[in-house]
Nanobody, 116 residues
């Protein structure tokens, strides 16, 4: 079955950086788009960044454009989110997602907290 496991979250001061990682299993990773979402309590999940199967195209929300970078290693079944210049409003649970045959699959999430 599809499994997605995120890691790399934690606490960081404003202006700092974190790199999230997601390892996938149970499907042919290189055949599907991957994305990162985030969610704060009381709100829906927000798309942060997405990448096409071969990594040829990326998309970012306006709120993170220029600060976050999504990447993937199809040989290692991993997708990454490099987060720079972090702001307190980036505080959220971050989820890795695979878009497979019209359905989104999710990891368990990793907490990112940005505060001084």
């Amino acid at each position: 079955q599809v499994q997605l496991v995120e890691s790399g979250g934690g606490w960081v001061q404003p202006g700092g950086s974190l790199r999230l990682s997601c390892v996938a299993s149970g499907f042919t990773f290189g055949s599907y788009a991957m994305s990162w979402y985030r969610q704060v309590p009381g709100k829906g999940r927000e798309l942060v960044a997405g990448m096409s199967p071969a990594g040829a195209s990326e998309t970012y929300s306006d709120s993170v454009k220029g600060r976050f970078t999504i990447s993937r290693d199809n040989g290692k079944y991993r997708v990454y989110l490099q987060m720079n210049s972090l702001k307190p409003e980036d505080t959220a649970v971050y989820f890795c997602s695979a878009q497979i045959e019209g359905r989104n699959y999710w990891g368990q999430g990793t907490q990112v907290t940005v505060s001084s």
